[in-house]
């Protein structure tokens, strides 16, 4: 009897194991990632206005496109996420799910995205996304990653382009704010993918990916977030100086922005390069997800 509970049970847990595995390649961490700067940038360009469906709409596109050009990545890396730690207990670096069907998942959910952003939004919201897709998964992981120490920065340009969308799918235009958010993004996820370069540079050796901690080093790799903590900082107040923000949103990055920077200064004296690079990791996350909501809140409480 009990065995006959279990096999009943199976077919279900299966069905669940592979929904789940396919979920894992689509990177939901990303993903959300992704919505939370999309939501700075729609609400930025919205100006206290805002138009729920089209903001359904570019979510669900733009999260759809995102997936597939995680999945592709997911395709592309397996032998080498087989090598790293963070990354060998991915379905595809563990051949849980063939690559055949990875590929069709992808472009399914990649087209019914661009297709959504194409009915719902605009032109140029799905141009944005086409060419952030395209950095992404052909400049990014097909070249970039592997071959160059400037992999970070390439791939940054992609990780860019959601408060882009956001911007855009409310204005359907580019303007110095679109500009800027893009600036802001780039100069934000370098110290932040620095910081995990450090704190699994085991990990990139091995897989023997080119990143800066790797081929120039650790210190040089401390100067540069610093560096560009410094350009994040100023770049962040001009949304307020050329008028698309207030004092309250201008006061609390500077705060965060000079804390960050405060951060990154301590790593020079740390004994202890992988707790601070872990330590400087997640308070990027903090960073971030306050940017949009200074931006939400700048607009409609103050």
Partial sequence: MHGTILAMKSPTADALSTIRAYTTLTKP????????????????ASQGTIDIGLLCAMLAGLSLVVASG???????????????????????????????YAIA?????GLLGAWILFAYTNPLTLAVAVFGFFMYTVVYTLWAKRHTSYGTLIGSVSGAMPPVI???????????????LCIILVLWQLPHFYAIGLYRLKDYTAAKIPILPVTRGVLATKLQIML???????????????????????????LLGFTWLGLSLRGFQSADTRVW????????LVVIVMFAVMIVLDKYTI
Wanted: charged share 15%; hydrophobic share 55%.
């Fill in 29 to 44: 961490g990303i993903i959300l990632g992704n919505i939370i700067t999309a939501l700075a940038g729609f609400f930025l």
């Fill in 70 to 100: 995680c999945v592709l990545n997911n395709v592309y890396d397996r032998d080498i996420d087989a090598l790293m730690e963070r990354t060998r207990s991915r379905a595809l670096a563990r051949g849980l799910i063939p690559v055949h």
């Fill in 105 to 109: 998942f992808s472009a399914m959910v």
């Fill in 166 to 180: 956001g911007y855009v799918a409310v204005t359907g235009s580019l303007d110095a704010a679109a500009y800027l």
């Fill in 228 to 254: 560009y903590i410094s350009e994040f900082i100023v770049v962040t107040t001009l949304l307020t100086l050329f008028g698309y923000t207030g004092f309250f949103y201008l006061t609390i990055m500077l």
């Fill in 277 to 284: 690079a872990r330590r400087m990791f997640f308070f990027s």
